[in-house]
């Protein structure tokens, strides 16, 4: 009953506490007459024993998987008012499923320099002994991870050679890299966007302000909205609170006409902005929900969403509106920036998925690249796909020398029910041009390897 109790501490985040008080006392002798109270100070040591076993159960499980990734991210508690970055490590288990764990939280003070991040990092790796099975690391693009990643390879590279000399080690977060091209482009109507905002701050302000908003939508038959108030640094949030509120905008117009003291409502010429802007981000919302998913991977299907940016971008360029145009060269400046240089493990992923192969890049870096840096970056990507072929090869030859044993059909482990469904029925313009371009290539189906 005490495991129980400590689990229900941990599970809702319990002050220990209140274990003494006499009302959770009351109702556990209700429930069982038995129930003997106990002290704050051992439910804490309970919680400590099950942290423990959870700790030694994660290490058993890590010390039987051979290769992992890790993603990382800063954030701050604003209670504690420190600042900590999260490690945590994916890898398929022995099942071929999906599996995520997070290492650490590790306590990184100001000024976080790219050193003391690379130490964070390598010295939690050491703690779970699995700093010789990490292949990639994902990070978001600010200058300090860089550095970090500079000094993580060469730490790395100091016990063990590393994959593919290490050219997919380091892996930008494309949700990250989304977010900058994003921002960068609403930067272009950011007069707007507060506007919304603080009309979104003032009718929610007040009930009876809400009261007699929710009067004119009911008169206007408008679908009744809940307000969004969006986290100014995540750019999907603002695209959620702008899309929920240009529904409204007809009522916000009305309710400025009754109400003298608001005057932060968007004007008619704004509210228009507002809509073509949400139509434009509707493509980069549904991107980074995709390939932020967790429970199925997501690497296959960078390439084919980033193609789809690409064209959403090309067809905006030379809209006849200077405000769209300004936004979409903002954005398509950053684009070039991060994926000019040729994305090798996002390539390589998506050259696995069996429905494309090498047809995904073959037809999809054209239109990103110049036509030679195209045909170096495809070749770049067969020789790393023959590398890596290579080592698994070795890698296998010496289980089953080892071992005496054949190796599982890899059929077996692969299903077509574990591709999410919103893959499998995405209306992406990436993913649609691809897969058309395969099925007028793929006439005769190609021999096994």
Known sequence: MRQVVAEWVLMHEISFSMVEDEGFNRMMRCAQPLWERISRFKVKKDCVTIYNNEKAKLKRLLDATSKMSLTTDLWKSKNQKMEYMVITIHFIDSNWKLQKRVLSFVHVPPPRRGIDICNAIYNCLMGWGVEHKIMSISMDNASANDVAMHHLKRNFSRTRKLLCGGKIFHVRCCAHILNLMVQDGLGQIKEVIQNVRESVI????????????????????????????????????????????VVLKNA??????????????????????????????????????LISGSDYPTANLFLPEIYGIKIILDRQVSDDRAFVRDMILKMKLK?????????????IASVLDPRWKMRAIEFSFPKIYTNNEATQNIAKVRSILVEIYAKYESMQSEIIDEANFSTVNPSEGASSSNVPSSSLNSTALGFHEICEYVRTVETIPPPKS
């Open 252 to 289: 916000f117009l009305m309710y400025s006409d009754m109400d003298d003291h608001f005057n932060t409502c968007p004007t008619q010429e704004e509210w228009e902005k507002v809509e073509l802007v949400c139509e434009i981000l509707g493509g980069f919302n549904r991107t980074t929900n």
């Open 202 to 245: 003032y009718i929610n302000a007040s009930d009876a302000r809400l009261i007699d908003f929710s009067k004119i939508v009911k008169t206007l038959s408008l679908p009744t909205r809940k307000f969004i108030l969006d986290c100014k640094t995540r750019w999907n949030s603002t695209y959620q609170m702008l899309s929920a509120a």
């Open 335 to 347: 684009f070039d920036k991060y994926w000019g240089d040729c994305n090798m493990l996002m390539s």
